[in-house]
């Protein structure tokens, strides 16, 4: 008994928790209903415990008794397997591990081998690939384990794997085959197994065999029927959405159409459609399309898929009932039945008949009963759930997170390894658990199963065993036990009433809110355990694995069986109900860069056989639109590697030029037909890395956007500057003079400039900057600027620029001496002369000191914002970059001279004795001083009044030339020295720096383009054409032919891998593709054959093996390396 005791304690159930004994109960006598009535349930009895010999005979006996020639295959009994022979099943299976060094693939992989090997004559059915086999073969024999010591569960995950082998034929001599290939696996790799072993492997195959064997009799011919009824179905419903896109089509094109054409249309497609069918069924039975039935048909063929999964049928059920009870509160299931036959005779008229019929009574018989036990379930526990989590105090929720793991790292040692984070992250996923079970009630299905469905996945990147999910769901349900004891409970009646969520047990009635709040918190987290699980074994990859190790030779492996079609998606993208997720992303995210490198060489690689070419950037970028932000973010150094792969260069050069292919469709245009620039070439410019900007694909794109299209847009913006420039020059610069004024006419020429200057810039200016502004506070685009935050378009100089010119313009409208003078105009006699009048009363001499100095001010930004013409010429570019970092250097200077007037100045004040005894009055107080350092120190006074304070206080003038020494000898010369460090430190990146902002250039140019000019601008390009490699050898599309010197990129071999043989996409490529070719790795082969011929073939093999392995990975090259 303690031996039992303990062994259900270590290793319990995944899915155990949510099942109580009457539940187990409920659950045989409905199985029991699913089987034919002809078959009777024979319980085995355990075989009670000795010792190791004892356990041993028995198991002998009750194999006997259990499967036996004569009725292998003709019933589905449970299985009693004794706690002894269950220690032996899963200690032999431990060290079969172990022996093979602890790698689930490698395990996997010998069971998939022994399996082929002893079933030959089928070996053709096997089509999923060995790697994708393997993993599942190991999981496969684990939960087996799992569930060994529950009768009642391994009897349902045993009938769940016998649906998955129906159109296998199971017979009695292939799984006696099967069992002898696997204990002679056993035998081999672990020489000590206890005694007894072999007969409890025996006695666990033969019964999965028989069960296999028995539903394959059983339900095969009517899940078939299901299945090809359903195909036809869905076939149907496919082209009804075909028809009612095309007369979408229709409808556009040809504007009104006849209305009766319509309804004959309307009525020949309205029956293709299984709900449909289902609605009109209803109105000719003359009941309404209840809520819950919109729901149930919503997910119907998710249940019909199923149906041959009777614990995923389960699972979908439970979610189901979470949004049924929500759209309707009686629920007959009933009515459902015949409008569901009734829907299938239409669709199906030819093919109906009485076994279709019993087929598919048979489905609603099966999910109406799941229904019915999951809606009672869940109706019952929502409330008691809402009631838990109300009642729940912070103390007690302080509890739950710290015994939660306290417990689970006590029951498993080996889940500490997984949990290294800090308390704080602990704390946090304990109420993401307590979470998950309340959004389990409170929430839709569909949104919860989403985010399980993603959550699973990452679990799958950080490689959590599902053996771990079982436990873990028991210490949640123990865990929240005590807490739930302490709530007050105001019922003390002791009379026995039934249980609320199945009314098929008793209990008394002061104990029902403890028992339904515990068993509703299990069945909820059992439920997501459950989903979590799932999810986690359909996305648990090969290529998975390899990245949780980042083992590019592991990734290598994966692929192998890859078909040539798929290889690219299976490295970026895995599917999971609604969710996926890309395996290349989480090796970027998880920090495994080897294998990142290693995928996006893979994905990126050219390989041909006779029929086609296969280049995954197209994959690439359709599941990973944001591949270069991503890598631009968290692996920088992979960028080159993603350009590279964008680029094919040829092995032969013709006149020393070499022919390239620049494949720059995806970094043109965006997979996002909303967009037009790619989001790839925005990422790699707002890097801002001089170095990476100036890879060959970035500068024949950016090149190209730049001829093409940008500097036209860019020169016609900055051509409206310029006039507004010219205008307001000649206006408020040339015209400025009194007798122009005065002068009748040239005042009228002179208020027509003025009025241009604020209809054409500042008009222009306010219309663009409100609009703006506008999309700022729409897109809620805003960045950080000192302690403000401001729209993020401001960030940029020239933008920035204009604004403050645009305010400028404003202030100047405010000071105009034409608007203050218009009262005066029609005074002839005013003195002032002209229709518009420039000077009169109104006009102080304050504003005209305001309006010259905003003159000044828009001069300059004016001049600021036209030197950005000189980004057309990329030397003229150059010099601009390398001004505007020397103009900081500048700043600085002054900023410091700025102080030390300032310091100066206030010394020399201190000293009125010696100010007192100079003559001249231009020490006399701070002013004066400020203004005369102001000048000696940018050289613009005579150095005459400097001797006369020499002859007459030699004190002061010590402190003068001490000034003289400070600014101009000391900072001036530092401020040379600082240019010569700037030009040094850009000379190397100056190009860089000038692609940078001619691309930032680009990007703010084309917010102005129309989408029509961008088509028009990509189809010119012809990217859907096909480019050919060399003569005669029609490539691939969505590139642009070019060349370069054949110096600049030298490549020794041809970058597309040819293949003979077969053509066919669905085959994995041969397996010498996998070798390392790069130059390194062929001269450490070739010195290795040296050494190996030296010192003799065997001695170096243990040694430099591993180095070979390893090396392969570290330095294998690109598939470009020159």
Same mark, same amino acid.
């Given at each position: 008994?303690?031996v039992?005791s303990?062994l259900k304690?270590?290793?319990?159930?995944?899915?155990?928790?949510?099942?109580?004994?009457?539940?187990v109960?409920?659950?045989?006598?409905?199985?029991?209903e699913?089987?034919?009535e002809?078959?009777?349930?024979?319980?085995t009895e355990?075989?009670?415990?000795?010792?190791i010999?004892?356990?041993?005979?028995?198991s002998e006996?009750?194999d006997?008794?259990s499967?036996?020639?004569?009725n292998f295959?003709?019933t589905?009994?449970?299985l009693a397997?004794?706690?002894?022979?269950v220690?032996?099943?899963?200690?032999?299976?431990?060290?079969?591990?172990?022996?093979?060094?602890?790698?689930?693939?490698?395990?996997?992989d010998?069971?998939?081998?022994s399996?082929?090997?002893?079933?030959?004559a089928i070996k053709?059915k096997?089509?999923?690939?060995?790697?994708v086999?393997s993993?599942?073969?190991f999981?496969?024999?684990?939960l087996?384990l799992?569930k060994?010591e529950?009768?009642?569960?391994?009897?349902?995950?045993?009938?769940?794997?016998?649906?998955?082998?129906?159109g296998?034929?199971i017979?009695?001599r292939?799984?006696?085959?099967?069992?002898s290939?696997?204990t002679?696996?056993?035998?081999?790799?672990?020489?000590?197994?206890?005694?007894?072993?072999?007969q409890?492997?025996q006695?666990?195959l033969?019964?999965a065999?028989?069960?296999?064997?028995?539903?394959?009799?059983?339900?095969?011919e009517r899940?078939?029927?299901?299945?090809?009824?359903?195909?036809?179905?869905?076939?149907a419903s496919?082209?009804e959405?075909?028809?009612?896109?095309?007369?979408?089509?229709?409808d556009g094109e040809?504007?009104d159409g006849?209305?009766?054409k319509?309804?004959t249309k309307?009525?020949?497609t309205?029956?293709?459609?299984?709900?449909?069918?289902?609605?009109?069924?209803?109105?000719?039975?003359?009941?309404?399309?209840e809520?819950?039935?919109?729901?149930?048909?919503?997910?119907f063929?998710i249940?019909?898929?199923m149906i041959?999964s009777?614990?995923?049928?389960q699972?979908?059920?439970?979610l189901?009932?979470?949004?049924?009870?929500?759209?309707?509160?009686?629920?007959?299931?009933?009515?459902?039945?015949?409008?569901?036959?009734?829907a299938l005779?239409?669709?199906?008229?030819?093919?109906?008949s009485?076994?279709?019929?019993?087929?598919?009574?048979?489905?609603?018989?099966?999910?109406?009963?799941?229904?019915?036990?999951?809606?009672?379930?869940?109706r019952?526990?929502k409330?008691y759930?809402?009631k838990?989590?109300?009642?729940?105090?912070?103390d007690?929720?302080?509890?739950?997170?710290?015994n939660?793991?306290t417990?689970f790292?006590?029951?498993?040692a080996a889940?500490?390894?997984l949990?290294?984070?800090s308390?704080s992250?602990?704390r946090y996923?304990?109420?993401?658990?307590?979470?998950?079970s309340?959004d389990?009630f409170?929430?839709n299905?569909?949104?919860?199963?989403d985010?399980?469905?993603?959550?699973?996945?990452?679990h799958?990147?950080y490689?959590?065993?599902?053996?771990?999910?079982?436990?873990?769901?028991e210490?949640?349900v123990e865990?929240?036990?005590?807490l739930?004891?302490?709530?007050?409970?105001k019922?003390?009646?002791?009379?026995?009433?039934?249980?609320p969520?199945?009314?098929?047990?008793?209990?008394?009635?002061?104990?029902?809110?403890?028992?339904?709040?515990?068993?509703?918190?299990?069945?909820?987290?059992?439920l997501?355990?459950r989903?979590l699980?799932?999810?986690i074994?359909d996305?648990?990859?090969?290529?998975?694995?390899?990245?949780?190790?980042d083992d590019?030779?592991?990734l290598?492996?994966?692929?192998?069986d890859?078909?040539?079609?798929?290889?690219?998606i299976?490295?970026?993208?895995?599917?999971?109900?609604s969710?996926?997720?890309?395996?290349?992303?989480?090796a970027?995210?998880?920090g495994?860069?080897?294998?990142?490198?290693?995928?996006?060489?893979?994905?990126l690689?050219?390989?041909?056989?006779r029929?086609?070419?296969y280049?995954?950037?197209?994959e690439?970028?359709?599941y990973?639109?944001n591949?270069a932000?991503?890598?631009?973010?968290? %692996? /920088? =150094?992979?960028?080159?590697?993603?350009?590279?792969? #964008?680029?094919?260069? +040829?092995?032969?050069s013709?006149d020393? *030029?070499?022919p390239?292919?620049?494949?720059v469709?995806?970094?043109?245009?965006?997979?996002?037909?909303?967009?037009?620039l790619s989001?790839?070439?925005?990422?790699?410019v707002r890097?801002?890395?001089?170095q990476?900007?100036?890879?060959p694909?970035?500068t024949f794109?950016?090149d190209?956007?730049?001829e093409?299209?940008?500097?036209?847009?860019?020169?016609?913006d900055?051509?409206?500057?310029?006039i507004?420039s010219?205008?307001?020059?000649?206006a408020?610069?040339?015209?400025?003079g009194?007798e122009?004024?005065?002068?009748?006419?040239a005042s009228?020429f002179?208020?027509?400039?003025r009025a241009?200057?604020?209809?054409?810039?500042?008009?222009r200016?306010?219309y663009?900057h409100?609009?703006?502004?506008i999309?700022?506070?729409?897109?809620k685009?805003? %960045? /950080? =600027?000192?302690?403000?935050?401001v729209?993020r378009? #401001?960030t940029?100089? +020239?933008h920035?620029?204009s604004?403050? *010119?645009m305010?400028?313009?404003?202030?100047?409208m405010?000071?105009?001496?034409?608007?203050h003078?218009l009262?005066?105009?029609?005074?002839?006699?005013?003195?002032y002369?002209?229709?518009?009048?420039?000077y009169?009363?109104?006009?102080?001499?304050?504003?005209?000191?305001a309006?010259?100095?905003f003159?000044v001010i828009?001069?300059?930004?004016y001049?600021?914002?036209?030197?950005e013409v000189?980004?057309?010429?990329?030397?003229l570019?150059?010099?601009?970059v390398?001004?505007?970092?020397?103009?900081?250097?500048?700043?600085?200077?002054f900023?410091?001279i700025?102080?030390?007037?300032?310091?100066?100045a206030?010394?020399?004040?201190?000293m009125?004795?010696e100010?007192?005894?100079?003559s001249?009055?231009?020490?006399?107080?701070?002013?004066?001083a400020l203004s005369?350092?102001l000048?000696?120190?940018?050289?613009v006074?005579d150095?005459?009044?400097?001797?006369?304070?020499?002859?007459?206080?030699?004190?002061?003038?010590?402190?003068?030339?001490l000034?003289?020494?400070?600014?101009s000898?000391?900072?001036?010369?530092?401020?040379?020295s600082q240019?010569?460090?700037?030009y040094?430190?850009?000379?190397?990146d100056?190009?860089?720096?000038?692609?940078?902002a001619?691309g930032e250039i680009?990007?703010?140019t084309?917010?102005?383009?129309?989408?029509?000019k961008?088509q028009?601008f990509?189809?010119?390009?012809?990217?859907?054409?096909?480019v050919?490699?060399e003569?005669g050898?029609?490539?691939?599309?969505?590139?642009?032919?070019?060349?370069?010197?054949?110096?600049?990129?030298p490549v020794a071999?041809?970058?597309?891998?040819r293949?003979?043989?077969n053509?066919?996409?669905?085959?994995?490529?041969p397996?010498?593709m996998?070798?390392?070719?790069?130059?390194e790795q062929t001269?450490h082969?070739?010195i290795?054959k040296s050494?190996q011929?030296?010192?003799?073939?065997?001695k170096?093999?243990?040694?430099?093996?591993?180095?070979?392995?390893?090396?392969?990975s570290?330095?294998s090259g690109?598939?470009h390396s020159e």
């Amino acid at each position: 008994q303690a031996v039992s005791s303990w062994l259900k304690f270590s290793t319990a159930s995944i899915f155990a928790q949510d099942r109580m004994a009457n539940d187990v109960a409920m659950e045989q006598r409905e199985l029991a209903e699913m089987q034919p009535e002809n078959v009777e349930e024979v319980e085995t009895e355990s075989v009670p415990e000795s010792d190791i010999k004892n356990a041993t005979n028995a198991s002998e006996v009750v194999d006997n008794q259990s499967v036996t020639t004569s009725n292998f295959g003709e019933t589905m009994n449970v299985l009693a397997l004794s706690p002894v022979e269950v220690t032996l099943l899963r200690k032999s299976f431990d060290l079969l591990l172990a022996s093979l060094g602890n790698d689930r693939e490698a395990v996997g992989d010998a069971i998939y081998g022994s399996k082929i090997g002893a079933l030959v004559a089928i070996k053709d059915k096997f089509s999923t690939p060995r790697a994708v086999v393997s993993l599942r073969f190991f999981n496969c024999f684990r939960l087996l384990l799992e569930k060994a010591e529950d009768p009642d569960e391994l009897k349902i995950y045993v009938e769940t794997l016998a649906f998955k082998h129906l159109g296998v034929e199971i017979i009695e001599r292939r799984v006696d085959a099967v069992i002898s290939a696997f204990t002679e696996l056993l035998t081999q790799n672990v020489p000590q197994l206890p005694p007894g072993t072999c007969q409890a492997w025996q006695k666990l195959l033969g019964y999965a065999g028989s069960c296999y064997r028995f539903v394959g009799d059983t339900y095969g011919e009517r899940l078939q029927i299901i299945k090809e009824d359903w195909s036809v179905v869905q076939a149907a419903s496919g082209k009804e959405k075909d028809s009612e896109s095309e007369e979408e089509r229709e409808d556009g094109e040809d504007g009104d159409g006849d209305d009766e054409k319509d309804e004959t249309k309307k009525g020949s497609t309205e029956t293709f459609s299984f709900g449909r069918m289902c609605a009109f069924s209803n109105e000719v039975m003359g009941q309404k399309t209840e809520g819950w039935m919109v729901e149930l048909l919503s997910v119907f063929h998710i249940l019909v898929d199923m149906i041959s999964s009777p614990v995923h049928l389960q699972e979908e059920c439970d979610l189901l009932a979470i949004n049924l009870i929500v759209k309707s509160q009686n629920i007959d299931f009933e009515k459902f039945k015949p409008v569901m036959l009734a829907a299938l005779r239409s669709l199906l008229p030819k093919q109906w008949s009485t076994k279709h019929e019993t087929a598919w009574e048979w489905l609603w018989l099966t999910v109406a009963r799941n229904l019915n036990e999951s809606t009672m379930k869940v109706r019952a526990f929502k409330p008691y759930n809402a009631k838990l989590f109300s009642s729940l105090s912070e103390d007690q929720l302080n509890r739950f997170r710290v015994n939660i793991f306290t417990d689970f790292f006590a029951r498993s040692a080996a889940s500490q390894d997984l949990f290294k984070q800090s308390q704080s992250r602990l704390r946090y996923i304990a109420d993401r658990v307590l979470q998950s079970s309340y959004d389990m009630f409170n929430k839709n299905k569909d949104e919860t199963l989403d985010e399980l469905s993603a959550l699973g996945l990452r679990h799958v990147g950080y490689g959590i065993p599902i053996e771990l999910f079982g436990p873990f769901s028991e210490v949640c349900v123990e865990a929240v036990r005590p807490l739930v004891q302490e709530f007050p409970n105001k019922s003390t009646s002791t009379e026995m009433v039934w249980c609320p969520k199945d009314n098929a047990h008793q209990l008394q009635e002061k104990d029902v809110p403890e028992h339904m709040m515990i068993e509703g918190f299990r069945w909820s987290i059992s439920l997501t355990a459950r989903v979590l699980v799932r999810t986690i074994m359909d996305g648990s990859t090969a290529v998975m694995q390899a990245i949780h190790f980042d083992d590019s030779k592991r990734l290598r492996r994966a692929l192998l069986d890859a078909p040539r079609d798929q290889r690219c998606i299976w490295q970026l993208a895995v599917q999971v109900g609604s969710q996926s997720i890309s395996p290349l992303f989480w090796a970027l995210r998880s920090g495994a860069h080897t294998t990142a490198k290693a995928m996006i060489e893979d994905v990126l690689t050219i390989r041909a056989d006779r029929d086609n070419y296969y280049y995954g950037a197209d994959e690439l970028f359709k599941y990973q639109p944001n591949i270069a932000d991503n890598i631009l973010r968290e %692996a /920088p =150094f992979l960028a080159e590697s993603l350009l590279e792969g #964008l680029i094919w260069r +040829s092995h032969k050069s013709q006149d020393n *030029l070499r022919p390239v292919i620049y494949y720059v469709k995806h970094l043109l245009q965006d997979m996002d037909e909303e967009q037009m620039l790619s989001r790839g070439l925005i990422s790699y410019v707002r890097f801002n890395h001089p170095q990476t900007i100036m890879h060959p694909i970035l500068t024949f794109t950016l090149d190209l956007l730049w001829e093409k299209m940008a500097k036209w847009y860019f020169l016609k913006d900055r051509l409206l500057t310029v006039i507004n420039s010219i205008i307001f020059v000649t206006a408020q610069c040339l015209m400025s003079g009194i007798e122009v004024a005065q002068d009748p006419t040239a005042s009228l020429f002179l208020a027509v400039g003025r009025a241009l200057v604020y209809a054409m810039g500042f008009c222009r200016l306010l219309y663009w900057h409100v609009r703006q502004i506008i999309l700022s506070f729409v897109n809620k685009d805003f %960045a /950080p =600027f000192s302690c403000f935050w401001v729209p993020r378009y #401001l960030t940029r100089g +020239s933008h920035f620029l204009s604004f403050i *010119l645009m305010l400028n313009l404003l202030a100047m409208m405010t000071v105009e001496p034409m608007f203050h003078c218009l009262a005066d105009s029609s005074d002839e006699d005013s003195g002032y002369g002209g229709a518009v009048q420039f000077y009169c009363d109104a006009w102080t001499d304050e504003m005209s000191l305001a309006y010259e100095i905003f003159i000044v001010i828009g001069v300059f930004l004016y001049v600021i914002l036209i030197v950005e013409v000189g980004s057309i010429s990329v030397r003229l570019s150059e010099y601009r970059v390398l001004c505007l970092h020397a103009v900081e250097q500048v700043l600085l200077c002054f900023a410091v001279i700025t102080v030390v007037i300032l310091a100066f100045a206030f010394a020399i004040s201190g000293m009125p004795r010696e100010v007192s005894s100079v003559s001249r009055n231009e020490w006399g107080d701070v002013g004066a001083a400020l203004s005369t350092l102001l000048r000696l120190a940018f050289g613009v006074m005579d150095m005459a009044p400097i001797q006369d304070v020499a002859e007459e206080s030699s004190l002061l003038v010590i402190v003068i030339i001490l000034f003289l020494m400070v600014s101009s000898t000391f900072f001036f010369n530092l401020l040379v020295s600082q240019f010569c460090g700037v030009y040094t430190s850009l000379a190397e990146d100056i190009k860089g720096h000038a692609r940078l902002a001619r691309g930032e250039i680009i990007i703010e140019t084309f917010k102005a383009v129309k989408p029509s000019k961008w088509q028009k601008f990509m189809d010119s390009l012809n990217l859907e054409k096909r480019v050919d490699f060399e003569q005669g050898d029609i490539g691939l599309a969505g590139g642009i032919k070019d060349f370069e010197p054949a110096l600049a990129h030298p490549v020794a071999k041809d970058q597309i891998i040819r293949f003979g043989g077969n053509t066919d996409p669905s085959l994995p490529w041969p397996e010498k593709m996998e070798e390392d070719n790069s130059i390194e790795q062929t001269i450490h082969r070739t010195i290795q054959k040296s050494l190996q011929k030296m010192l003799g073939k065997g001695k170096l093999g243990s040694t430099m093996g591993a180095g070979t392995d390893g090396g392969s990975s570290s330095l294998s090259g690109s598939k470009h390396s020159e």
